[in-house]
């Protein structure tokens, strides 16, 4: 982990309903500078609604979310977004555009830099997920496991204070999700800052700083990886563990 121990994300008690149904029920959590963290629990119960509500791609109703120490508000949204990367279960990517120019889109629209350097950074985010040597492929030409490497350098291209990854291999064959959290464990080691939804037991377990169970809207129980799958403090935890290992496996230790 950085030496920096500032915070970088920090959640104040957030709620968001979508009608009578209230999917987040007053969630607090921070994440300092370079530590990794892995929101786990049953579908329907948040996790995803809690990313997007990061960068206010659904709007929160209640509760404060501080990035870096300012708040991020539907005001300063748009600089925000520039410091909040996200990897997209779905990849996200643009059809009509290349490896390289999908990478290369953000630092051209958004960060405004010019064709060389734009270029140049997209074909080092590229090299760093080991994809350069399919810069001028388009989406269709590539496997899930190469689309979403594109995805994750797409994000970090931007150079982001904060990666979200939501569920980045649930749409991938089996064979491909190594070389995708492969590519996230090397980050991780970078020092990046990185809050992940995922089933990965594997990377949950060998990764993360911290496991955050949620459930009905609530965060469960949060601790340390061995914490929570040797000697978890509330028996739900140990239950969801125990399905979640049953169905993925422990991954690599």
Do not use: C
């Amino acid at each position: 982990m950085s030496e920096d121990k500032r915070t970088i994300l920090r959640i104040e008690d957030l709620h968001k309903r979508f009608g009578d149904n209230e999917v987040l029920k007053g969630v607090s959590l921070s994440l300092n500078k370079g530590e990794n963290k892995v929101i786990i629990g049953p579908s329907g119960t948040g996790k995803s609604t809690l990313l997007n509500n990061i960068n206010r791609l659904v709007p929160p109703d209640e509760g404060k979310i501080y990035l870096d120490g300012e708040e991020i508000t539907a005001d300063n949204i748009n600089k925000m977004r520039q410091e909040i990367g996200f990897v997209f279960q779905d990849f996200g990517l643009f059809n009509h555009l290349t490896a390289l120019g999908n990478v290369r889109v953000g630092l051209l629209k958004v960060k405004k830099m010019n064709k060389k350097d734009a270029n140049d950074l997209a074909m080092k985010e590229l090299q760093r997920v080991g994809l350069e040597e399919n810069a001028d492929q388009y989406p269709a030409e590539l496997s899930g496991g190469q689309k979403q490497r594109v995805g994750i350098a797409r994000a970090l291209a931007m150079q982001p204070k904060l990666i979200l990854f939501d569920e980045p291999t649930s749409a991938l064959d089996p064979e491909l999700i190594g070389e995708v959290l492969n590519v996230m464990k090397n980050l991780a080691q970078e020092g990046m800052t990185m809050l992940v939804v995922t089933h990965e037991m594997g990377f949950a377990r060998t990764v993360s700083d911290e496991i955050i169970f949620m459930e009905h809207g609530h965060i469960v129980e949060q601790g340390p990886p061995k914490q929570l799958f040797n000697n978890p403090e509330v028996e739900r935890t140990r239950e969801f563990l125990f399905k979640l290992t049953e169905l993925y496996g422990e991954g690599d230790e």
